[in-house]
């Protein structure tokens, strides 16, 4: 998750090592993990990191064969997913984002109502106006 350079989080594949790392107020926490992976043998893999926003765990598998369990400390569970990379490429497939509990978006402002606002976590409100301004 990031929301600014300040405060986000990343899982970095790189020689010999899954590295999970969290940013917050810009003071940087890193957990590295052993695995068996070189860059010099010029072969592609794919990492799938599977987020729970609510709890913070974030299951890690590479090339669609688990390999661990990060649990994030930060609060800030929210914000843009992208892919960043050194020396090699990246790029999205099969982006899915899922949730038992997605609320949202309101589709009247009826729904914005007597507290409504506060049940949308798709897009999340600061106050009833906001969601009102949300339909026009």
Known sequence: WFQNNNTLAFVALSNGTITVAEVEGGTWHSTDYPYPFSIND???VNLKVDTNSSTGELNVYVDDVYVLTHL???THRA???????GNAGGYFDHFMI????I??????KTQCKKNGWRLFNVPTFDKQSDCIMYLK
């Open 72 to 74: 994030l400390t930060t």
């Open 103 to 108: 609320v949202g978006p309101p589709t009247d």
């Open 98 to 101: 899922t949730s038992d509990s």
């Open 42 to 44: 010029n072969n592609w």
């Open 79 to 85: 914000g843009q997913t992208g892919v960043i990379h």
